[in-house]
């Protein structure tokens, strides 16, 4: 059983592109979370998506949306990327929106913004 | 506002001797507590978590946490650490309505020597 895949492990970006990350939920899940970890610091969320929805949103600027695809897999976009973008992007899944029910981690895309 | 601390950005521990890392939350209403552990290029791994009942949970690994509602702590634990124990090891919190999106401290980095 395949868990939560993540594409691509690395990327290096320059200042003021666009870039998109992608998530497989494990399967079973229907529900992906995004999440944002700089060098040293726990992760922060970013957003949350179900049934093809934003469901939830973090402290996040409109430069960050995503995309979930009638399978359940999701896009994180960022766009006009800062040097502050560069950081580990984490996905997550879960079976439902429940604060009960446990998120699976993917092994995250490492973002370098030059 | 929810909010976890993880006041020991580092914790030292011999092979074989108990191990403690710290967590205390804020969040108003009933918490969902939850610990995490990351390996080096892995994503989060799931330990643990408590919902309601028992103040002991009982996780992977041999880890277990205490829930102390009048402290609002949530002590990771484990009677006897092994090297392949050292990792950078997350608290996390949310509540009900909340759903399942998590604020997570800033991570205690657990070094066992052998």
């Known amino acids: 059983d395949a868990g939560v895949t993540q594409s691509p492990t690395h990327l290096i970006k320059t200042r003021g592109q666009q870039v998109t990350l992608r998530c497989s939920p494990k399967?079973?899940?229907?529900?992906v979370s995004w999440y944002q970890q700089a060098l040293g610091q726990g992760p922060q969320f970013i957003f949350q998506y179900y049934e093809e929805e934003e469901r939830q949103r973090g402290n996040f600027p409109d430069r960050f949306s995503g995309h979930q695809f009638p399978n359940y897999s999701s896009e994180l976009n960022v766009n006009a990327l800062l040097l502050g973008d560069s950081a580990l992007y984490l996905c997550a899944s879960s079976p439902g929106t429940g604060s009960k029910n446990i998120q699976y981690f993917g092994a995250g895309t490492r973002l370098s913004v030059l | 506002a929810q909010s976890v601390a993880q006041p020991e950005d580092q914790v030292n521990v011999a092979e074989g001797n108990p191990l403690t890392v710290k967590c205390t939350y804020s969040?108003?209403?009933?918490?969902?507590l939850f610990w995490y552990v990351q390996y080096p290029n892995r994503g989060l791994q799931f330990l643990l978590k408590y919902i309601t009942g028992d103040n002991l949970v009982k996780g992977s690994y041999g880890f277990e946490a205490e829930f102390n509602k009048s402290q609002t702590s949530f002590h990771l634990k484990k009677p006897s650490a092994l090297v392949s124990d050292s990792a950078l090891y997350f608290c996390a919190v949310t509540r009900g309505e909340y759903g399942n999106k998590l604020v997570f401290g800033a991570g205690t980095i657990l070094r066992v020597k052998s």
């Open positions: 969040v108003s209403g009933n918490p969902y």
């Open positions: 399967s079973g899940h229907d529900t």
